[in-house]
């Protein structure tokens, strides 16, 4: 009895049965059977596009307070129904209790700060001289796509459908095929808000559902969130409807930690940052590069706090929870043992945990070559790495040698050497003396193989915004 409600499709502002393929998942803390559910087949996956295209006009329409009004009821009735929706999330991904719901606050927190801004979407004049005046008008883009990861479903889902919704435009939702159960109550919600029907829809499946998606005609926009390689696959696919794309793909984030760095705040920073939703997230800190003089200091902080950490089934709110899946258990263990075959040196855990559920403890590779597999790829797991550097210069190089450009963290008590870095390092964003500290107000997004677009903020409006400009000629008095 996983206590999960069913997962269905929600098309047209109702529930579907899938038509697709059935599927089972299992509780990742206990290997037990959920709910099961059946996959959307292409002609839902078409159905839902079609469904999204015909609501749009009355959805753009709708004025823009009234459209802050539905948002804001939306925001809510996700409080209200907060406690549900976060055991939901906790069962289904394997995140302790109380991150489950801070997921579902920033969920609810999404639609608020958009509801916000639907009224202030303002345009802009262009200066063309006395007889003609240019203007453009902020229109919502069409139907968007959204195909999401497992790590962050209900969260990930409003930080991308909240600025859509805002903008006037329409959504299709494909969650991961792990992680199907909070899209559809999310979507129940939006249509007891008040949204039409239609302008929000949610279908499940695995890959070739998220790829007819993207490749459907009627898409004008697609934002994906996971790994770089199914990005690549997501451009491609977006490339048949000419839509736009926004990409938040994986990352390899250095975390900075210089001599002069107060070292109690690096180890919290670092340890957040990398055992966080046992390390299952794309702005992981999973490289650490710290002076040659402190390394060990730290290293000892850093172990004797991931030791405490107590593992434990996610509704007993432990620190750290199970992986999703067993492949993602298979794929965290496959980078530590070929690391450990290479030789490198596992200075905590490194073991996985004998007990059922797939739970991986937290483990920590110092002094690793930047060549080496496990610096460069992204393990998403709660597997750190360091590297040993002198001085800011050396620390610099070291972060920018990495395919990844998603964000990074600097400990030191200069600020100008905070600056310097913060400037010059290939990142999308950096965090000063606080790694993963900032909130959901503050344009999110990569460079390099991280991806293209910023979520969040304001700037997050933009990708479902396509002005027009309009060029009005008046001669004058005949
Ligand atoms: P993917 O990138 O494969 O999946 C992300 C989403 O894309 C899922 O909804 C997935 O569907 C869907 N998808 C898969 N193939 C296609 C396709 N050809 N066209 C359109 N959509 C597609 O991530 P995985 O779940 O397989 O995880 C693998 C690795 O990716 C992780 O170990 C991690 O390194 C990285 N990752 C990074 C994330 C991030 O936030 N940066 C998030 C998740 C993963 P479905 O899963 O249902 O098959």
Not at 120 to 134: C, F, H, S, V, Y
Not at 135 to 156: C, F, M, Q, R
Not at 243 to 260: C, N, Q, Y
Not at 285 to 298: F, P, Q, T, W, Y
Request: glycine letters at 10%; one cysteine or more; proline letters at 7%.
């Amino acid at each position: 009895m996983s206590g999960l409600p069913e997962a269905c499709l929600w098309i047209d502002g109702a529930d579907h049965p899938g038509r697709g393929a059935a599927r089972c998942l299992v509780d990742p803390a206990i290997e037990a059977p959920l709910s099961p559910f059946r996959e959307a087949d292409a002609d839902q996956v078409a159905q839902a596009v079609a469904t999204a295209s015909a609501a749009l006009p009355r959805w753009a329409d709708t004025l823009p307070r009234d459209r802050a009004a539905v948002l804001f009821r939306l925001a809510d009735l996700i409080t209200q129904d907060a406690d549900r929706l976060a055991r939901i999330e906790a069962v289904n991904v394997g995140k302790p209790l109380s991150q489950a719901c801070r997921d579902v606050g920033r969920a609810a927190d999404y639609f608020r700060f958009y509801a916000g801004a639907c009224d202030k979407l303002n345009g802009e004049t262009i200066p063309l001289g006395p007889d003609q005046t240019a203007l453009t008008v902020a229109e919502p883009v069409g139907v968007t796509a959204h195909i999401l990861p497992w790590n962050y479903p209900i969260s990930t889902l409003a930080r991308g459908v909240a600025p859509a919704l805002a903008a006037g435009a329409t959504a299709v939702a494909k969650p991961s095929e792990l992680t199907p159960f909070s899209a559809v109550e999310l979507a129940r919600l939006a249509t007891q808000a008040g949204l039409p029907d239609g302008a929000f829809n949610v279908v499940l499946g695995g890959g070739e559902t998220g790829a007819a998606l993207a490749g459907q005609e009627g898409v004008a926009h697609v934002t994906f969130t996971g790994s770089t390689a199914t990005g690549r696959k997501v451009m491609q696919a977006a490339s048949t409807p000419v839509a736009g794309v926004t990409l938040e793909l994986g990352g390899k984030s250095p975390v900075i930690v210089l001599e002069d760095a107060d070292l109690d705040a690096a180890a919290v920073g670092v340890l957040r940052g990398i055992f966080f939703n046992a390390g299952q997230v794309c702005a992981a800190g999973s490289r650490l590069i710290c002076a040659r003089g402190v390394h060990d200091a730290l290293i000892a902080k850093l172990a004797e706090k991931a030791r405490a950490m107590r593992l434990g089934n996610p509704l007993d709110d432990p620190d750290m929870g199970p992986l999703v899946s067993a492949a993602q258990l298979a794929r965290v263990e496959g980078f530590v043992e070929r690391a450990k075959a290479q030789g490198f040196t596992c200075a905590l855990g490194g073991q996985r945990v004998d007990r059922p559920g797939f739970f991986y403890p937290p483990t920590i590779f110092t002094d690793i070559p930047p060549e080496a597999e496990i610096a460069r790829e992204e393990v998403f797991g709660p597997v750190l790495i360091t590297h040993l550097c002198d001085g800011a210069e050396d620390a610099l190089r070291i972060a920018n040698d990495n395919p990844y450009g998603l964000v990074a963290g600097v400990y030191t008590r200069s600020h100008d050497t905070a600056l310097w870095l913060a400037r010059r390092l290939e990142v999308g964003q950096v965090f000063v003396n606080g790694f993963l500290s900032g909130g959901d107000t503050v344009p999110f997004g990569g460079v390099k193989h991280s991806g293209i677009g910023r979520e969040k903020g304001l700037a997050g409006l933009s990708a479902y915004l396509a002005p027009k400009s309009i060029i009005l000629n008046h001669a004058g008095p005949t």
